[in-house]
């Protein structure tokens, strides 16, 4: 039975509403419960964690929907183009290099895992897109050929490691909202911000897209300029929430598809802010339920990666029937 969201009895405008209100409940509700120190130290502790989940939930969320549009398929996400493994061969380059204390400056390190998944995905674009007029599907094939030649790299450094070290480098393949500095934070919501502003503004040649390229290009859109804008700024978007927090691969995957069967609308423009308010839900309902209720250490995103893990395969078995 179709739920009346689905129905359309509910406007896309009270779903955001809804969504933003509970995302707005949780965000007091992580502040304030259990505060049992000072307000000087308090705040500004939690304020930076809650604004660290905040932009990495919708630069996640936007970065997942954009892509899945572009590829015409619900299931792939930007994981697939070598992003998260990627990172973790930079992070181990970086300890093989130069030990577990890295670069030194936090804001160097931040800057170079940043530039370093950017230009790979800007290269990579160029020249297959030039080469190819467009073809997404051997962008996507060469992007999973990229992620099996980076974690293989990946594995023959971490060879040359010592356990101290491994130990260490094994602690940064799983996002961390609990050690963001507030620095680094501010960079990274220059960049994401830009770019969650200039994809809402791309929200009707998404719609578009929707319809497939034959009737994008027919009705008008540019179809290799907007494929190429929209591939760039999944770039930056995956890119520079990984560089602040660690991968979190199966989160898109989860919110998006929820987002979807929620709202009443296939429009971008409410779409998007629907995934970014649902994955802001569930980091900062997971984080707050970890913390405050079973005063767990445990990293957030072990759980989201078992629970997308799932969403996956549920997607793939309805598929089959």
Not at 190 to 198: F, N, P, S, W
Not at 219 to 244: E, F, H, P
Not at 247 to 266: D, E, K, Q
Request: charged share 10%; aromatic share 8%.
């Amino acid at each position: 039975m179709r739920s009346p969201l689905t129905q359309g009895r509910v406007s896309p405008a009270s779903v955001l509403a809804l969504l933003a209100l509970a995302t707005l409940g949780l965000a007091i509700a992580f502040m304030t419960v259990g505060a049992n120190g000072r307000w000087g130290f308090v705040l500004p502790f939690r304020g930076t964690k809650l604004a660290s989940l905040l932009l990495v939930a919708g630069a996640v969320a936007t970065a997942t929907v954009l892509f899945q549009t572009v590829s015409g398929n619900r299931i792939l996400t930007p994981a697939i183009m070598g992003f998260d493994e990627l990172y973790r061969l930079i992070q181990t380059g970086i300890v093989v290099a130069a030990g577990t204390g890295g670069l030194g400056d936090p804001r160097l390190r931040f800057l170079a895992e940043t530039g370093a998944m950017v230009l790979f995905a800007l290269l990579l674009y160029r020249w297959l897109l030039n080469r190819n007029g467009g073809n997404l599907h051997r962008l996507l094939l060469v992007g999973v050929v990229c992620g099996v030649l980076f974690r293989s790299l990946s594995q023959f450094l971490q060879r040359l490691l010592d356990p101290n070290q491994f130990v260490v480098l094994q602690s940064s393949y799983f996002a961390n909202f609990n050690a963001v500095r507030p620095d680094l934070l501010m960079l990274a919501a220059l960049g994401l911000v830009a770019a969650g502003v200039a994809a809402w503004r791309l929200s009707g040649r998404l719609d578009v897209l929707l319809l497939g390229r034959d009737e994008a290009v027919a009705l008008g859109i540019d179809y290799r300029k907007t494929l190429t804008l929209v591939l760039v700024l999944v770039a930056i978007l995956v890119s520079v929430s990984t560089a602040l927090v660690g991968p979190v691969t199966f989160l898109g995957l989860l919110v998006a598809n929820l987002a979807y069967r929620m709202m009443p609308s296939y429009r971008h423009a409410v779409v998007l802010p629907a995934a970014a308010l649902v994955a802001a839900i569930t980091l900062v309902g997971g984080q707050l339920v970890l913390e405050r209720v079973f005063s767990l250490n445990a990293a957030l995103s072990i759980v989201i990666e078992f629970l997308g893990g799932l969403t996956l395969l549920v997607l793939l078995a309805r598929r089959a029937q």
